[in-house]
């Protein structure tokens, strides 16, 4: 089992830019690929991005694609989102895990795009 927690959400205006960032509690982390999932209120979780355990091969859903960048420090047991462009239907609550077979859900990072 491995647990997760994220961090770098906030409030942020249309065009802005936020990092999120996906600290894992073991090193095993590295052997998994991984991803970085939203939930908005009223509607199911959907994975948005995805990473190889190496961060060669990464894959993203239509509605992020070029402007969201998934990102990954093996060493340091963390997992990035660097996200561009926001939009207000990028509102969510951002949470990571494997992207099959998913561990415990962490608490998420609420992120909130608006004027």
């Known amino acids: 089992q491995v647990q997760f927690v994220e961090s770098g959400g906030g409030l942020v205006q249309p065009g802005g830019s936020l990092r999120l960032s996906c600290a894992a509690s073991?090193?095993?982390?590295?052997?998994?690929?991984m991803g970085w999932y939203r939930q908005a209120p009223g509607k199911q979780r959907e994975l948005v991005a995805q990473?190889?355990?190496?961060?060669?091969?990464?894959n993203y859903a239509d509605s992020v694609e070029g402007r969201f960048t998934i990102s990954r420090d093996n060493a340091k047991n963390t997992l990035y989102l660097q996200m561009n462009s926001l939009k207000p239907e990028d509102t969510a609550v951002y949470y990571c895990?494997?992207?099959?077979?998913?561990?415990?859900w962490g608490q998420g990072t609420q992120v909130t795009v608006s004027s």
């Open positions: 073991r090193s095993i982390f590295k052997i998994y690929a």
């Open positions: 895990n494997l992207p099959t077979n998913t561990f415990a």
């Open positions: 990473i190889s355990s190496t961060g060669v091969i990464t």
